[in-house]
């Protein structure tokens, strides 16, 4: 059975077909060429392009991954928001150093992005989470996100505390809950090709932090 299952896992192959990219066809910043990117996969339709996966690492080194959503993408970073006693959280206070990841796998695209984590302004948390649903703001009272529960009924039951603490009235951020914004200092565009002759296109910031350096890597 082991064995059998090891053997279909190899048969696992796909043939990358749907374009290519060019050096001296990209933007000279890696923030114009993801936004790109992002709009093509919006017009596709693609499930959540939005979805990312997170990966931050303790002060010893120790990694965790999970998939966080985009939320915006400005002239400095890419954002996103969570509970500030959550694992995420916590590592990033020892580490600041954070990988991003998005793959795209109907345009056959992957975009890796490395760089430093600081918290967004309390102006900036508090007007998104003022843009979420209701039931939303309610979860980010209610759970304390990485915490042990005994039972989903513990947290329903305060849910349902917060509900009615706060009926009929609008719900503030809480202190704990807020956004992140990763800058940037390697980002790659990845793009399959057939025959595993995929392009790889490193934008690395040099020269003092004010300008991107382009490269081709091999596949």
């Not at 596709?44 to 966080?68: D, K």
């Not at 382009?214 to 596949?219: D, E, S, V």
């Amino acid at each position: 059975m082991r064995m059998e299952k090891r053997k279909k896992l190899f048969e696992l192959r796909r043939n990358y077909t749907h374009g290519g990219l060019s050096l001296y066809q990209v933007f000279p910043d890696p923030l114009s060429q993801f936004n790109l990117w992002f709009e093509q996969a919006l017009f596709a339709g693609l499930t959540e392009p939005n979805a990312m996966t997170l990966a931050t690492a303790t002060r010893e080194g120790s990694v965790s991954a999970r998939i966080v959503l985009l939320k915006e993408i400005d002239d400095k970073g890419f954002v996103f928001y969570t509970n500030y006693n959550s694992q995420k959280a916590r590592q990033l206070e020892e580490n600041p150093r954070a990988s991003l990841v998005f793959f795209w796998a109907e345009l056959e695209r992957q975009v890796r992005i490395e760089g430093v984590v600081s918290k967004v302004s309390d102006e900036e948390s508090d007007e998104y989470f003022e843009s979420r649903p209701r039931e939303s703001q309610l979860g980010a009272w209610a759970s304390d996100q990485s915490e042990i529960v005994q039972t989903r009924e513990e947290l329903f039951k305060n849910y349902r505390k917060l509900e009615k603490e706060f009926e009929g009235q609008q719900i503030p951020r809480p202190a704990h809950w807020g956004g992140y914004r990763l800058i940037p200092d390697h980002v790659e565009f990845w793009q399959g090709r057939p025959g595993r002759m995929h392009d790889r296109i490193l934008y690395t910031l040099s020269n003092g932090r004010t300008a991107w350096e382009k490269q081709r890597l091999a596949p």
